[in-house]
Every structure is written in structure tokens, then in C-alpha cells.
């Protein structure tokens, strides 16, 4: 338990006095005004981040079970239970003790299930993830740069470890091959934060139409292995195709499928609240038209989503989702690995957010227009969260799990899912 994590609390510690150092260093020269101008979100968002001084997590909202409460969080991390207002929802003939759902009255149609997915359908989407959605034909953030093999950038790192002496595939940068340089790109990393006009039913031909060239690829990148590549993948592409540069949806690059075992996981998620105490009775749950929270339980139908790849360093900054023509169906978010605070805010930057711990196999429901088009990020991923099921090797499916739980050691993944559309929506695109 003395990990650096642990260490970092403690100003005896030589990795307390190493972060103070440098946090004294890079804040020598600041403005005494520049925390004065941050907005409360950007506040937060800093204070979480921070590597020095260690961000106090005894405010952040963790509806961990108890009993098995922080023990997941190993290396020091603590959380707290109570620390916001929760309201017990009841689940559609849900009995056993972990179906529970939660609401945020601060951020009405937020709604929290936690553990949520079993431990045995975590790896599963894990390995989804990983095998089947990094690939061709989903977009990646590496496919702007590199030539990707065609059987997917993680298949071809699982190989190569599986037959370390084959010899090494090497996967070409696109700039080298095309010709293609650009005095600025986007170098593969963090989410670039555009700023999109808002989707709606009345804008969504032109938007339609709005061209989508591809982003240059980086002069800079180098030949490398697909195992080297692995750590800088950010996030895929599922269903509708989304463009990054824009922030809008490609409708004419037609639509790719929302895979069954994750689309089940969301229905069944979305269906498991009932909506009526959610939004019954509040302004919040006045007519929206198309998007009415009375009939999810048939309507909604997802259609879009990321897949977000988190190593233990990288951070989300602060956004709203705003490219879906849905303006208020649920945005169904699956945690997996190791655990991260997510910030959620208001319609501004200028609400203070809420700080809530996700752990794997916990879902996020962002519903509503008080919260599917409010502000949120993911300032920090914690380290040595891993729950203990990730290292077991048990069961049929385990046989080739090692290289997964190698990369899971440090990462984080969260499949963020959409509805663009309403349910038998087809947009036209002759438009
Ligand atoms: O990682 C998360 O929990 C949130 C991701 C997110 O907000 C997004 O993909 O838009
Ligand atoms: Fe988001």
C-alpha cells in the first residue's frame, strides 16, 4: 500500500516533497490573479488534475455498495458516500441488491447506476473494445497518421506478444506514404475541443452537406510497432460516423452498426429507471415533443457513440455533447478499469460541478436538458484502481486475456453512447 499514490498524502514522503518542488517551480512565475479568472469549472477541473498538492477527494460522490466501498480504490485513494443527495430509484422488476439507480437532484436527468455491469460482462466489453471497434472501418485518432493493419491495431500488438520472435510488423505513417505535409496538424493525442453549432431537426441538412475533409497526418509521425502505437490510441468510432474537425456527425459515410452486446447493456440500462421519478412532477420533465422522457422505455435507440481510451496520465477536458439531433434521449456512459472522477456540471462553466467517482462496471445516464447538454469532463483517471477481477484468469473466456490485462493495468476505458436520432429516423441524404 505504499504506493506513490499513497505516498503523495503524505509530506514526509520524498514523492510529497518531489511534487511540492516542482509544483513551487512551475508556479513561480503565474499571475497571484490567473485563479481568479477561472470559471468554478475550470477551477475544479485544475484542482483535480493537480498533481501537487494531491487533489482531497473527501467531496466526491461515490455510490460504490458498501462494504465493498474504497477497498477498490487501492494506492491510498479515498472517496466519500454521502456527499451529495441521492434518490433511490426503483428498477423494473430488479431485486437483486446491485441494481440500483440513482438521481442527482442538482443535475436533473443525471442518473447513476453503479456496478451496474457484472465483472464477467466488464471484460467483455473490454475485449470488444479492444479487438473489434479499434479497427477498420471505425475511425481511431491514429488513423489520421498511420496506415493501421487492416486485422486492427490491437490484434496485430496481440500477436506480436503471443510470437515475440515473427517477425515485427511496422506500421507506416500516412505522411510519409501520401506526401501529404501540413505546417499544422493535429498530432495524435487529446480530443481537440471544437466549437460545433448545436444539431437540431432545422439545421441538420446543412449540416448534412458542410464539408468534412479528413485531418492532415502528422509530418512528424515515425515508422512503429502496432505495440508502441497501443498506448496513444484515444478513442474509436461506433455507429454514425463522427467527424472530429467539425463536431458533426458524416451521415454520408452511412451508418456503421451499434453492436449488440453493447446496445443491450444501454437499453437495459435506460429501461431499468423509471423515468416517472426521475422527471415526474418536475419542470424539468415538461413536454420536449419528440424526445419525451414517457416513452424511452420503446423510443430509445442508440445509434452513435465513442469509445474513449484513457491512459492513467490523460484527462477529458470540460464540453457538452451537442451534435446529436436528440437533444434530451439519454446518453448512456459505461465505465471500465480503473476508476476516474468525473466533473458534472451546468449549461455553463459558471455551475460548480459535481465531482463523482466512477468505477468500472458503473453507468452514467445523462438525460434531460438540464444534463445532456451540460458541461462534464474527466479531469483525472486514478492509478492503481484496477478491480481485482480484471487480474483473474478464470472461466472459458480468460484463455488469451493476458495482454489485456496488461493494457488495462493503466487505463481506463468508457463507452459513451447516442441517439443522433429518433427511433426509424432516417436521414436523407440526397439533402
Ligand atoms: O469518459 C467519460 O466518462 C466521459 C466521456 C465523454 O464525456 C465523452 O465521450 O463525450
Ligand atoms: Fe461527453
Redesign the pocket.
Known sequence: MTSDSADIYDPSTTVYKKARRQYLKTTRNRSKDVDLEWTPFRAAEKRYKARFPPPDLSNVLDLAPTGRGHDALRGGWKGRCDAVEVSEITLRGETHPQARAFAVPHVPGLVLLPSFVSPQDQKRLVRWSLEDQARHPNDTNLDAHYILPKEGLWNAHAYSQSYPSTHALVVQPKASVGGVIASEVNVPGPRQLISNTPANADNFSSLLTSPKSPPPPSPSAIPCTPSSLIPRLR?ANIGWFYHWGTKQYDFTKGKGQVADVVREVCKNAVEAVTWQEVFGGSKEGDDWGEDDWRSWHETYEPDAG?V?F?QTKDT?MG?V?RSEVCATSPLV?I?LGNA?I?LMGGLTRDTEPIPIL?RSGDV?IMSGPGCRRAY???PRVLENTLPPHFDSTDGELEGDWEPFKAYMQTT?I?I?VRQVFPKGFEPDLRA
Request: proline content about 0%; overall charge neutral; hydrophobic content about 40%.
Open positions: 478513442w465513442i474513449n484513457y477529458l464540453h455533447d456512459s465505465s476516474a468525473l466512477l452514467v462534464h469532463g474527466v481506463r468508457n459513451n
